[in-house]
């Protein structure tokens, strides 16, 4: 068996407010690099570079730091504020409605690289800003795996820097809206072919609720979504997918065609743990066991 990979994740630790039609919560934990790191760590070693303010509460540092797998040499603390999300989601749970940002400390954001990090095999940018993605990739040595998620902010006011970032990234993944903004093609299928023109050799296009569609230079595999009869919180389900699909590829440690789709199933899986309650509530609490059994249910809700 392959020895497992070290996966590097680069994002943000928040605080959210998050109010759907089913409660609110008031100043939770999240943030990209804490819901990829939390759920990939159930499969192999992560390495989370991010930033806190001063008033980063101790109670998520230490949950961070007792998290197995989970090493947080690289979460610096920093004078100032914690960054602050706060949205609201309608009874469709699509898109929040942001309330309020608080960058803070975020907003200063330069990743710096710990030593111990610099020889990760596997490397997971979220979706910061795409000069700052780049930014890291210079700081680390020979990386066998590169994925890249970014965000429609960053499509419409920082096109260019994504587009010189793409051509160094293995596998790109980004929702359907944002496939179309970025490619100018209504079509998913032609928005998928001329994003991978542009660097890209795979491409994993997120459809929410409908499930998820990977491209690759050769082939189309399309995954339908866990079936779950309540959403309590979709906030992080999108580097939920994220931890769960790159988390199995590097378990494995190796990459085939085979394993990207078994890793495309596991990420729509590890997802729907996200979604079961508020913050990480659901997905912190988790064992493989559990993992394995919603793995085994989607294998007769989707094989004939």
């Avoid at 068996?1 to 680069?10: A, D, G, P």
């Avoid at 919560?25 to 001063?54: D, K, N, Q, T, W």
Wanted: glycine letters at 8%.
């Amino acid at each position: 068996m392959e020895k497992k990979k070290h996966i590097l994740v680069i994002g943000s630790v928040a605080l959210d407010t998050i109010e759907t039609p089913l409660g609110r919560c008031r100043e939770v934990l999240g943030g990209s690099a804490v819901y990829f790191s939390v759920c990939a760590s159930l499969f192999a070693p992560v390495r989370l570079v991010a930033v806190v303010g001063e008033d980063f509460p101790s109670r998520h540092k230490t949950f961070l730091q007792k998290r197995k797998n989970v090493d947080i040499e690289g979460l610096v603390v920093q004078k100032g504020k914690t960054f602050r999300w706060e949205g609201r989601y309608g009874w469709d749970f699509g898109n929040a409605e942001t309330i309020a940002t608080h960058l803070n400390v975020f907003a200063q954001f330069k990743p710096q690289i710990p030593k111990s990090y610099e020889n990760s095999e596997y490397v997971f940018l979220a979706n910061i800003d795409p000069e700052l993605q780049s930014g890291v990739l210079t700081q680390l040595r020979r990386p066998q795996l590169i994925v890249c998620d970014t965000m429609n902010f960053w499509i419409e006011n920082k096109k260019k820097h994504l587009l010189r970032l793409l051509k160094k990234v293995d596998i790109f993944v980004l929702n359907e809206s944002e496939a179309r903004q970025l490619s100018g093609e209504a079509n998913i299928a032609k928005a998928a072919r001329a994003i991978m023109s542009f660097g890209p050799k795979s491409l994993i296009v997120k459809k929410g609720e409908h499930g998820a569609i990977m491209f690759t230079k050769d082939a189309v595999f399309c995954v339908p979504a866990y079936l779950l009869e309540e959403v309590f919180d979709p906030t992080g389900a999108g580097d939920t997918f994220a931890g769960g699909f790159l988390g199995y590829l590097a378990s494995v440690g190796k990459i085939t065609t085979t394993t990207l789709k078994q890793a495309l199933i596991y990420g729509n899986i590890m997802a729907t743990f996200a979604v079961n309650d508020f913050s990480l509530h659901c997905l912190g609490s988790i064992n493989r066991g559990e993992v394995k059994k919603r793995y085994q249910k989607f294998r007769k809700y989707s094989c004939f």
